[in-house]
């Protein structure tokens, strides 16, 4: 087959479209005949080598976690998926014509969503519900912030705290309030402006997708006993903030959610948008783009 390979840590460049060997479906497994893979933030901190303590690459090493395509094989003992199924994923090195997941991670595609857009989906849908329910854990009535709320994982996040009954604030840039409205959010707030960030109140919860100074400032807007989740680790002064439940959250797969996000998108409860779609062999290109700031998902096209 064909695929991205990384030899090396770098920059794009590193990234090489070349012959690799064929993935071979183990018991419980199905191959995949890659219809399409996204461009996720860890691609690139993989690739950079930024993540390495976290998720090291095994050169030469595949990246990418979406999975988008038609099931080619079945390994042993394996039951639930037929030949020509179509069917979406998180997984692993998925930068690639063929595919391996394991069956009891794999969901069918919702009839009428696309097969190539729902590539865009596995890994910031699952992110941002994980970061709610796994996270927060918030509550009929309670409120959370979510920061970076105009991103994918930020817009999941949105969708799922609404889904769960919770008051939600969307946290967006100053620039970006108009946009937010669409989102659904029962408040916005421009996170880079002091005089709206001094006039929050206390939060029940606070689910954050941008870390750094932001989560900092809003981690002393989390009530005594309330919960800051986050993806990106504890801010750095969670320390000084004994009270508050901080609350790491790393994605896991979990196909039957990812199947009831899918349906939701398919429905049109929220949206993932997908800034542009471009050839699998085209991947460093790809991330360099996504690198500079996309207005939604890139799409590798296998």
């Known amino acids: 087959m064909k695929a991205v390979v990384l030899h090396e840590y770098g920059g794009p460049e590193k990234l090489k479209y070349e012959d690799f060997p064929d993935p071979i479906p183990g018991e419980g497994e199905v191959l995949i005949r890659q219809a399409a893979t996204s461009v996720n933030p860890v691609d690139i901190k993989m690739r950079t080598g930024e993540a390495k303590e976290r998720f090291p690459v095994e050169f030469p090493g ?6 988008a395509g038609t099931v080619r094989a079945l390994g042993p003992k394996t039951t639930g998926f037929a ?6 994923a998180f997984a692993r090195a998925t930068y690639a014509q063929l595919v391996v997941v394991k069956a009891a991670e794999l969901t069918h ?3 009428g969503l696309d097969l190539i857009e ?5 890994l910031v849908t699952l992110t941002g519900e994980q970061l709610i329910s796994r996270g927060t854990k918030i509550q ?9 709320a105009l991103g994918s994982v930020g817009r999941s996040a949105v969708f799922t705290a609404k889904k769960a009954g919770a008051k939600v604030i969307a946290g967006v ?3 970006q309030l108009n946009e937010a409205a669409a989102l659904g959010a029962d408040d916005i707030l421009a996170l880079d402006d002091e005089a709206a960030m001094e006039k929050l109140g206390f939060l029940d919860a606070v689910a954050d997708t941008v870390g750094h100074d932001t989560a900092e400032k809003l981690l002393a807007k989390v009530k005594q006993g309330g919960v800051f989740a986050s993806v990106l680790g504890p801010p750095a002064n969670a320390k000084m903030h004994p009270t508050i439940h901080i609350e790491p959250v790393r994605v896991v797969p979990d196909a039957a959610m990812l199947r009831t996000l ?3 998108a398919l429905a049109g409860r929220f949206k993932i948008p997908i800034d542009r779609m471009v050839p699998l062999e085209k991947a460093a290109e790809a991330q360099e783009a996504a690198e500079k700031g996309s207005i939604g998902k890139v799409l590798l096209l296998a």
């Not at 595949?62 to 999975?67: F, K, N, P, S, Y």
């Not at 030949?83 to 979406?88: H, S, W």
């Not at 009929?140 to 970076?148: E, I």
Request: hydrophobic share 40%; net charge neutral; glycine share 12%.
């Open 262 to 264: 899918a349906e939701d």
């Open 140 to 148: 009929p009535g309670q409120t959370v912030l979510v920061t970076g």
């Open 109 to 111: 595609l919702p009839e």
């Open 62 to 67: 595949i990246l990418g976690r979406d999975v």
């Open 173 to 175: 840039r100053k620039k």
């Open 118 to 122: 729902a590539a865009a989906l596995p």
């Open 83 to 88: 030949p020509g199924d179509k069917v979406i």
